[in-house]
């Protein structure tokens, strides 16, 4: 296939400092596919933040964060365009487009929309209900062809999919069928509840490692990490766990196999073993964390970065998006 006409596109909503999840998760994986394709967009997601409340001052220190952490990582400017959702009106120009085009039954079965609906006492806001097509318009816009996603955002890209094809069926062969890029790093669980995938907004301080986190605090949540009564290291999700979440990690983060960190495990214990993988991830983190605490000292660089990733994304999409509105009739 063509590496030149492949396009990637993915974004990350602005929720301040990312963690360790989303850093083996998505962030690494953006890394390394900047290298391999000519065309890549990454985007603040700053309009699908607004679904769930935020302060306006609260946001705005959010998406400079999430800038300087992504960067911190590797993001590099010159070889992607990063930019800001919002400083690109086509996005939302063309979700209305697209929104007239899905029916509404199929957004209710999503399960992020019963989900976060029960969290904001079954009221959820209509901006919850649409954000899957608002995501449709930031793929469709660039004519993206493939999209990294996590396994909980499957079927939102099926949706995607099927937004192109209905939108090509009614107006001619115009978006190509976006393709999902599966991460390869298995669902990072929380330290303390391994049957659940680690999150920000756990009120278990200890289940959660971010990627600013001192080498101290880092050790301390390994230490504590729950694993189970047997002390020897295997990897087995089903029957244990907690110790086959830290076998995923050490492996994510050193970038061997899960049969190469097995074997470098023989003869550690659990409580032993725990701190093989505290000091890998304090070795992968330490630089990451000096850079952020570097770009945040400089507010300005990071916006002009978004502003200037915005106006590429802009040049990309104005020619599209002026297509799609000669389609549709609108000139």
Same mark, same amino acid.
């Given at each position: ?276 993988? $505290? &000091? ?5 983190? @330490? #630089? !990451?964390?000096? *850079? /952020?605490?570097? =770009? ?13 990733? $915005? &106006? ?5 999409? @104005? #020619? !599209?998006?002026? *297509? /799609?509105?000669? =389609?549709?009739?609108?000139?």
């Amino acid at each position: 296939q063509n590496m030149v006409m492949d396009r990637i596109f993915s974004g990350i909503q602005p929720t301040g400092m990312p963690h360790l999840g989303n850093y083996l998760g998505a962030i690494q994986n953006w890394v390394n596919l900047q290298e391999k394709y000519n065309s890549v967009l990454y985007s603040i997601m700053d309009l699908h933040s607004l679904t769930m409340p935020k302060e306006p001052t609260v946001l705005r220190q959010n998406i400079l964060d999430t800038t300087a952490a992504i960067l911190a990582c590797g993001i590099d400017p010159r070889k992607c365009f990063l930019f800001r959702q919002s400083l690109v009106p086509e996005h939302t120009e063309l979700a209305w487009i697209l929104g007239c085009l899905t029916n509404v039954p199929r957004l209710l079965r999503l399960p992020q929309w019963k989900m976060k609906c029960t969290g904001q006492n079954n009221d959820g806001n209509v901006g919850l209900l649409t954000y899957p097509v608002l995501q449709a318009a930031d793929i469709l816009l660039y004519k993206s062809t493939h999209v990294p996603v996590g396994e909980d955002q499957v079927l939102h890209l099926e949706l995607a999919q099927d937004i192109a094809q209905h939108f090509n069926k009614k107006y001619g062969e115009f978006f190509p069928v976006p393709k999902a890029i599966l991460s390869t790093t298995k669902k990072i669980k929380s330290l303390r509840d391994p049957a659940v995938k680690m999150s920000k907004s756990d009120p278990q301080k200890l289940a959660t490692v971010n990627i600013v986190d001192s080498p101290e605090e880092i050790v301390l949540k390994f230490r504590k990490a729950v694993t189970d009564f047997t002390s020897e290291v295997t990897y087995d999700p089903s029957s244990r766990p907690g110790v086959s979440n830290l076998v995923s990690i050490h492996a994510a983060v050193t970038g061997l196999s899960i049969e190469e960190v097995l074997h470098q495990a023989i003869g550690l214990d659990t409580a032993r073993y725990k701190m093989v993988v $505290a &000091e890998s991830v304090i070795q992968k983190f @330490t #630089p !990451i964390r000096n *850079e /952020i605490k570097k =770009l945040q000292e400089d507010k300005t660089y990071l916006i002009k970065v978004l502003e200037a990733g $915005a &106006e590429k994304a802009k040049e990309l999409a @104005t #020619p !599209i998006y002026q *297509e /799609i509105r000669r =389609l549709v009739g609108f000139q």
